[in-house]
């Protein structure tokens, strides 16, 4: 446990404008069943009430840490918050989310209990409406699929393998392989690729321990840096990297050799890989050359001792059917076959 002078746990949250939404957060860290954290609450120049509500919280709740600044930004928000925190661990909170009373107790435990594991997760329950807002619940649905240290890592070219706020890590990471950066990218997504291509093991707590708000001022859904583009520029020097080192000697091969799928491979390619052809089940595509390159049905893919294969297909499901017609062949994931989207 830590002491009077190191909280055990600090708990970062930003927050920008959040006065409609920040009283259920704070109330939910407050009712946490392992006591032993402080908050740091960076105000990111807030022109609503979220500075007087944070007066009014901070007389009532010493272990509530206020920072103030101007506005410029999550990142800039978060490297201020790292700098005022103590603990030992680090866990993220986000001004439109509700934790679960035991979620600090669960994830502080499970990291005591896995020193191999850096960042640990937990389920997270989707706070929104399934109906109106299906994308986002079937991608709760997917985060939540991934629940071993390893289906995150492979699976890490697809998207990121946790909600932000739901995650808690140790201090020591970002001395050891550096902290968030800021770019035209999703700062979070970058931090979770660099880490994992670093070595650190994510896990998760399978039990959801927080509600995901899809609130409509969420930067997700409304700043470029989380659009679809930047998501693949960050991922491609990553992706490429993993590749190369499973490549050896054999021929890369791309499944997928639609218009959206080439314009990704060239990304690739700038990060210096050759890909020898694409695998489509597309019987129009087949015998056509695209790029330059020919393109093939599935059941003519070389073995595995001779072809790695890209599964760079992003439609629903055909991850999954991917996945299954390259193991049905012999491929092994990570080893002889990814997939990203």
Partial sequence: MGSAAFPHVSVLLPAHNA????????????AQTFTDWELVLVDDGSTDDTAALLETWTRREPRLHPVRQPHRGLVPALEAGLARARGAFIARMDADDVSRPTRLERQVRFLEAHPD??????????????IRNQGFARHVAWLNSLTT???????????????HPSVLF??????????????PFPEDYELWLRWIERGVRLAKVPEPLLVWNDSPARL?????RYGTESFYAVKAP??????RVTLGGRRLWVWGAGRLTRRRVELLEAEGLDVHGFVDVDPNKWGRPRHGRLVIRPADLPTPDEALVLGYVASRGAREL???SL???????????????
């Avoid at 289906?151 to 909600?163: D, K, Q, T, W």
């Avoid at 201090?171 to 800021?182: E, P, S």
């Avoid at 997700?220 to 470029?224: G, H, M």
């Avoid at 990553?238 to 590749?243: F, K, N, S």
């Fill in 19 to 30: 006065a409609r939404t920040l009283p259920r957060a704070l109330e939910s860290i407050q």
């Fill in 117 to 130: 594991v850096g960042v640990v997760s937990c389920l997270v329950e989707f706070g929104g409406d399934a």
């Fill in 149 to 163: 240290p390893e289906a995150m890592a492979l699976n890490r070219f697809v998207e990121a393998p946790v909600a």
């Fill in 170 to 183: 140790r201090r020591a990471l970002l001395a050891q392989h550096g902290g968030y950066r800021d770019g």
């Fill in 220 to 224: 997700s859904r409304r700043d470029p």
């Fill in 238 to 243: 990553y992706l490429a990297r993993a590749v």
């Fill in 322 to 324: 991917i996945r299954e």
């Fill in 327 to 341: 193991r049905h062949a012999g491929y092994r994931e990570g080893r002889d076959f990814w997939l990203a989207a």
